[in-house]
């Protein structure tokens, strides 16, 4: 285990004790996101042909993982993929607006829910993109009534407050991968959990490389273009490999 690996397991093992977020912790929190390592924007970032390329193939409630390795923050996350988001279409959006507290986007963007620093609430495609690899997942089993029930979870998570302790137990705080892992509480996703205190976006990978996969990936895209298919699960598979 690193000292990074250390100090955030510490963390989440630790600091659930503290119900109440000190004033410091949000802005500090801020401040090292705000660290551009390398002075740029994601390399998918700026593209709309491979965000027109990524809207046609997706699905609502297909889930999001993406890399963004030029952000401080993203550096001291254990895990490849640094983010976890669910693509929710323009229809299932359009029904959310009302709660959304007005930071949809315009009607008729594709948008994305997410949580972030500020909080849980719906971002467009484009900015989801904003990163270096994205792949999108999708479960096979979300039909029916599965999906009714995912997606009536949505309304409970909007605006409620990140959480900066990350920590697993706390129903009024989330993190990006407690979001996901609350929504598709069916997905064994807590199972895959190398930390089993801490649900990570490469937990949500893991399920792409079970025996009887979980779930399918869609597309990915990085630096060799979209990737579809058997490809893109070995080429998820290299990444969680990486040390």
Not at 80 to 102: I, K, M, N, Y
Not at 131 to 137: E, M, P, R, Y
Not at 157 to 175: A, H, P, Q, T, V
Not at 212 to 235: E, K, T
Request: hydrophobic content about 45%; overall charge positive; charged content about 25%.
């Amino acid at each position: 285990m690193t000292l990074r690996h250390a100090t955030l397991c510490a963390i989440a093992r630790n600091m659930p004790r503290m119900r109440a977020v000190p004033w410091f912790v949000p802005w500090v929190t801020n401040q090292l996101a705000r660290i551009n390592i390398g002075r740029r924007n994601g390399r998918l970032h700026g593209n709309p042909a491979g965000v027109a390329r990524l809207r046609a193939a997706l699905r609502p409630m297909d889930i999001l993982l993406t890399r963004s390795a030029f952000r401080f923050s993203d550096r001291v996350i254990p895990s490849f993929f640094t983010h976890a988001a669910v693509f929710v279409g323009d229809e299932v959006s359009s029904c959310l607006r009302p709660v959304s507290e007005g930071r949809t986007p315009p009607p008729g963007e594709a948008t994305v829910l997410e949580a972030v620093r500020t909080g849980v609430h719906l971002t467009t495609l484009e900015s989801a993109t904003d990163a270096d690899i994205l792949v999108a997942l999708r479960d096979p089993s979300l039909v029916g009534r599965r999906r009714d029930a995912v997606t009536r979870r949505i309304p409970g998570e909007l605006g409620k407050e990140y959480d900066f302790w990350l920590d697993e137990s706390d129903d009024e705080r989330i993190f990006c991968s407690k979001l996901v892992a609350r929504l598709y509480a069916h997905l064994p996703i807590e199972a895959a959990a190398e930390r089993p205190f801490l649900t990570l976006p490469d937990d949500i990978a893991r399920l792409v490389m079970a025996p009887d996969p979980a779930l399918s990936p869609v597309i990915l895209l990085g630096d060799d273009g979209p990737v579809r298919g058997q490809r893109a699960r070995q080429q998820v598979e290299a990444f969680l490999a990486q040390p």
